[in-house]
């Protein structure tokens, strides 16, 4: 049973950093890709950053310059560093795994919220 446990958000005033965590535990192999999404208040889930086995990342062009997604393979985690945030960025993160030869698992955390507010 593959589990994502995600951690480190809150509450920060704008302008603030903030940096979200996601640890996998369980049987993971051929990982294709981690990713971090947030969804707000009456909004669709979007995308926030993606990093692929490989190494390559891609932004939203919302976080570009603001935001680094990074892992650490050793620990099975990734993360997501959230710097010069701004109200807008309130939103609960999900992190979200990809992996298996034919990228059949999909796997979700259960999200963690970040609020930006004074």
């Known amino acids: 049973q593959v589990q994502l446990v995600e951690s480190g958000g809150g509450l920060v005033q704008p302008g603030g950093s903030l940096r979200v965590s996601c640890a996998a535990s369980g049987r993971i192999f051929s990982i294709n890709r981690m990713g971090w999404y947030r969804q707000a208040p009456g909004k669709q889930r979007e995308l926030v950053a993606v990093?692929?086995?490989?190494?390559?990342?891609r932004y939203a062009d919302s976080v570009k310059g603001r935001f680094t997604i990074s892992r650490d393979n050793a620990k099975n985690t990734v993360y997501l560093q959230m710097n010069s945030l701004k109200p807008e960025d309130t939103a609960v993160y999900y992190c979200?795994?990809?992996?298996?030869?034919?990228?059949?698992?999909?796997?979700w955390g259960q999200g963690t919220q970040v609020t930006v507010s004074s």
């Open positions: 990093i692929t086995s490989g190494g390559r990342t």
């Open positions: 979200n795994w990809v992996f298996g030869p034919l990228n059949e698992y999909d796997y």
